[in-house]
Each structure stands twice: as C-alpha cells, then as structure tokens.
C-alpha cells in the first residue's frame, strides 16, 4: 500500500511574493470605524458580555483552527467574524494541500475582549489599544508563529515560515475579496483581523 507521502507527490515550493509590512498595513483606525458600524456594542465586564453572547457566535478548536486558552479575551465573534475565521483555516489547508504539504492548523490567540480587559491588557502590553477592535466581535488575532500539526504520524514537517508564507498568500486573498482589514504585528507575531461587512 502507497504511503501518504507517495500518494501525496513532491512539496512545491512556498514562496510569498509581497511584503508582510506592507501588505498587510490595515492602521487601527480604519479597522475601528468598521468594527464600530457592524459589531456589538462593548461590554464592559465579563458579566455584561453574557448578556451580549446571543448576537455573537462560539468559535471553538476544529477542524481548521485551535482556539488557544485566552485569557484576555472570550472566544465569541459576530457571524460574518466566524464565517472569515472558518474560511481562513479552511483555505490554508486547501492550500497546503495544493502544495502538496502536510496539514496545519492555524493557531487563535485572542477573540473578544471586554473594556476591563482591554484596560488590563495596556498594563501588561503597551502595545494593545484602549480603542481596540477587539471590543466589537468583529475582531482575532491568528499566529503566524505557531501552528498545530494535523497529523502527527506524517512524516513531513513544514517549517513555520513558510507557513507564514502560506497563511499571508490566503489573507491576500480575502483581504482582494475585501472581506477583511489585516494587520501584521511583528512584536505579538500575530495577523490582527477585522472582518468587513462586505457592502
């Protein structure tokens, strides 16, 4: 019986032909104003975001994505948010499947924050904003540094770079689509995405 890898053929190769900086240079801003105009209205405690979670969708680990534990954040997001999230894992793993490479997944660092949590966040990190995206559900950050391999028996490991490669290749995409602002944090070594509404 033919091995995955036999039955898989050669890795192509992965090269990203663009910027990370420039590509994907969405400033806060203009993120905010979208996440304002679709999202929910922040809450302020954790207590309150129970009372918003009826408008917002559960993302939990799948297929596709691990949702990592969070700590700052809830792992809530408006539909379209959760519809862009469920994409996104799905077209890396079409692509690296077109690349002939083994399964990732993509990693979810943080999803919704409350305004307790954002103001928490700023003590610890001088880079979060008070005026963050990530109040309205419209709004995750995804690691472009760590991934979850699919299967563990497979033999062929990618390297996280070119993982990277990968997942910018499919943000360039949605983002052609414009179904998304991104933003590449070098210092937190995530993507920061906030879903459009698509009008």
């Known amino acids: 019986m033919p091995s995955c890898k036999e039955e898989r053929g050669p890795l192509k190769r992965i090269w990203y032909n663009g910027s990370y900086n420039r590509d994907f240079n969405d400033l806060n801003d203009v993120q905010l104003e979208m996440a304002k105009k679709i999202g929910i209205k922040p809450a302020t405690t954790r207590e309150e ?110 390297d996280k770079d070119e993982l990277k490669m990968v997942l910018a290749m499919v943000l360039r995409d949605l983002k052609r689509e414009d179904r998304c602002y991104v933003k590449h944090e070098r210092r937190q070594g995530c993507f920061h995405i906030t879903v459009k509404d698509g009008e």
């Open 49 to 158: 975001a129970e009372e918003v979670k009826h408008e917002m969708e559960e993302i939990k680990t799948n297929e596709y994505y691990e949702v990592e534990e969070l700590t700052h954040s809830i792992p809530y997001l408006i539909p379209q948010a959760a519809e862009l999230l469920h994409d996104i894992g799905k077209n890396f793993q079409d692509s690296l499947t077109n690349l002939n490479a083994s399964l990732y997944k993509v990693k979810v660092t943080s999803v919704t924050r409350t305004i307790t949590d954002v103001k928490k966040l700023k003590k610890r990190n001088s880079n979060s904003s008070v005026n963050s995206t990530h109040q309205y559900g419209t709004t995750f950050d995804i690691s472009w540094v760590r991934y979850t391999k699919v299967d563990e028996k497979d033999t062929l490991n990618i």
